[in-house]
């Protein structure tokens, strides 16, 4: 439902399909409440997901857990790591 991220998902598909053959990893998190936002349900943001094409993993977060733990702010907050899996950008 987010417009901003509607905004940002056609670049996202392209930064996925520049650096995935690179060896860059990309996988996208839903933790939106879906009663409170039932346009994100997972059948919702399945379909999205197809639609635009996300050539990375697309999981749901029903119990915010992920989200909490990675103390996401916004939608969508994003996160870099390092090959040694240490957080190196979040915003």
Same mark, same amino acid.
């Given at each position: 439902?987010?417009? +901003?991220?509607?905004?940002?998902?056609? %670049?996202?598909? #392209?930064?996925?399909? *520049?650096? /995935? @053959?690179?060896?860059?990893?990309?996988? !996208?998190? &839903?933790?939106? =409440?879906? %009663?409170?936002?039932?346009? =994100? &349900? @997972? %059948?919702? /943001?399945? %379909?999205?997901? #197809?639609? *635009?094409?996300? @050539?990375?993993?697309?999981?749901?977060? !029903?119990?915010?857990?992920?989200? #909490?733990?990675?103390?996401?702010?916004?939608? @969508?907050? +994003?996160?870099? +790591?390092? =090959?040694?899996? =240490?957080?190196?950008? #979040?915003?």
């Amino acid at each position: 439902h987010c417009p +901003f991220v509607k905004h940002v998902n056609s %670049e996202l598909v #392209r930064l996925a399909n *520049q650096y /995935m @053959p690179k060896g860059i990893s990309f996988i !996208a998190i &839903s933790s939106n =409440d879906v %009663e409170n936002y039932p346009d =994100d &349900s @997972p %059948e919702k /943001m399945k %379909e999205n997901a #197809r639609l *635009q094409g996300y @050539p990375f993993p697309y999981l749901y977060d !029903a119990s915010q857990e992920v989200a #909490r733990s990675y103390q996401a702010a916004c939608t @969508p907050d +994003f996160y870099l +790591f390092d =090959d040694k899996l =240490d957080l190196v950008y #979040r915003g």
